[in-house]
């Protein structure tokens, strides 16, 4: 869910929703030149803040939020 932004890097829909994912596809390949450049620059920004050492950073932060909430409440 982070790396699509719905109706700014892309569209979400509900799995199994075929209606939704119809009628995305078909705005998608309806798009103007304009609209269509505006959306993929967006994307492409957006997608590139989610590099390997980002991924590390962030899972590295909830290991340490977890040792120090491990701390402050010791098991008895």
């Known amino acids: 869910l982070e790396t699509v932004l719905h109706g700014q890097t892309g569209w979400l829909v509900s799995p199994g929703d075929v209606q939704a994912l ?3 596809i ?3 390949l309806g798009m103007d030149d304009e609209s269509y450049q505006h959306i993929s620059v967006f994307a492409e920004r957006n997608a590139s803040q989610f590099t390997s050492e980002a991924m ?3 899972t ?3 290991y340490e939020e977890v040792l120090r ?3 402050a ?3 008895g």
Request: with cysteine; glycine share 12%; charged share 20%.
């Open 60 to 62: 590295l932060g909830v």
């Open 26 to 28: 078909a705005f998608a």
């Open 73 to 75: 409440h010791p098991a």
């Open 56 to 58: 590390c950073d962030s």
């Open 22 to 24: 119809t009628d995305q």
């Open 69 to 71: 909430r491990g701390r």
